[in-house]
């Protein structure tokens, strides 16, 4: 099975900058979509960033301009750099690795306040 831990959470004031990284335990970040989703306080789990196989970016709206989702395919590494942040980002942030199904990691916490 696939496995994901996520890393690079927490407490930063709004403005602030946090990088996370997810370390992925098998080599299919190359042949995989990757992603980030989090998941606010009384809200739904929500898409922040992905890239598809092919190098192809998506970013919800709220975060575009201010997120970057990168990939290193010989390190099986995902990360998502987080500029600008705001205290509407606070959440907990999960790496997803998708194919055919979708894998999950345990999250790590993003805490904006100041």
């Known amino acids: 099975q696939v496995q994901l831990v996520e890393s690079g959470g927490g407490l930063v004031q709004p403005g602030g900058s946090l990088r996370l990284s997810c370390v992925v335990s098998r080599s299919i970040v190359s042949i995989f979509t990757m992603g980030w989703y989090r998941q606010a306080p009384g809200k739904q789990r929500e898409l922040v960033a992905a890239i598809s196989t092919g190098g192809s970016t998506n970013y919800t709206d709220s975060v575009k301009g201010r997120f970057t989702i990168s990939r290193d395919n010989a390190k099986n590494t995902v990360s998502l750099r987080m500029n600008s942040l705001k205290p509407e980002d606070t959440a907990v942030y999960y790496c997803?690795?998708?194919?055919?199904?979708?894998?999950w990691g345990q999250g790590t916490q993003v805490t904006v306040s100041s």
């Open positions: 997803d690795a998708r194919r055919t199904g979708s894998y």
